[in-house]
């Protein structure tokens, strides 16, 4: 993983190294770029280990990890088409911000504003709610 940290940095530098090189320490700007890309990468897998902790309580006893698939697909699949792009891209293909906004061409600015606001909605509706439409998950 930190050899991929770091390449993702020195890519970064060299995509942008018009501005970068004129620095006065290119090497410190590479360096933050680094360590903010590992900050971003074990919040998301934080984010994600909380995320299934949160699925598990969502599940009754007895019942199996497909049926369990089927509730998130359907939550995910009940998002605007926008969110339910920017939540795929995001979670399911593990892509960045930068690479999710290239994808879908659009800034990075609005894949961060639309993956909050879908995340919001599956918390608060979806995947909050059993079929009884009561609430099951813990405070």
């Known amino acids: 993983m930190a050899e991929e940290l770091a390449q993702d940095a020195l890519v970064r530098a060299w995509e942008r190294w018009d501005t970068v090189g004129a620095m006065a320490s290119p090497e410190a700007w590479t360096y933050r770029t680094a360590f903010n890309l590992a ?5 998301r897998r934080a984010a994600e280990r909380r995320a299934r902790q949160r699925l598990d309580t969502l599940r009754p006893p007895g019942t199996d990890q ?37 994808l879908l061409e659009c800034a990075p600015g609005t894949v961060k ?23 099951t998950r813990s405070a």
């Open 66 to 102: 497909p049926a369990v698939d089927h509730h998130v697909r359907d939550a995910v699949q009940a998002l605007p088409p926008r969110q339910r792009a920017v939540i795929a891209c995001r979670f399911f293909l593990d892509l960045s911000v930068e690479d999710t906004a290239s």
């Open 113 to 135: 504003a639309a993956t909050s606001q879908a995340l919001s909605t599956l918390r608060a509706g979806a995947l909050g709610r059993d079929d009884d439409s009561t609430v």
């Open 39 to 43: 900050s971003s990468w074990y919040r």
